[in-house]
């Protein structure tokens, strides 16, 4: 998978009360992110039903480039910063790019 595409998919559940910053937190990892070596898309969304309910869809070059996007400062900040507003930890899943 080291040189295959590979997808993203990375749920994010904020405290009730807390959607508000969560979702500008969130917000501020779109501009650098999309400007980091193999980012192919990334996209945040909000559910219909729940506005404390988020999630990152995002596409990879290479599982490379996405271990160098996890190890950005930028990233890790927000990480340590939102903790306290999240319920639980960011579940993400990863996906092969097959067809």
Not at 5 to 23: F, L, N
Not at 54 to 81: A, C, I, Q
């Amino acid at each position: 998978m080291a040189d295959q595409g590979v997808s993203v998919i990375a749920h994010i559940q904020a405290k009730k009360g807390a959607e508000e910053k969560v979702k500008q937190q969130l917000m501020s990892l779109i501009a650098p992110t999309r400007s980091e070596a193999g980012c192919i898309t990334y996209v945040l969304h909000q559910a219909v039903d729940d506005a404390c309910h988020f999630m990152f869809y995002e596409n990879w070059v290479s599982r490379k480039d996405l271990d160098g996007h996890l190890k950005r400062p930028y990233l890790k900040t927000f990480m340590e910063r939102a903790k306290d507003f999240l319920e639980g930890p960011v579940k993400i899943t990863l996906w092969e790019m097959i067809g």
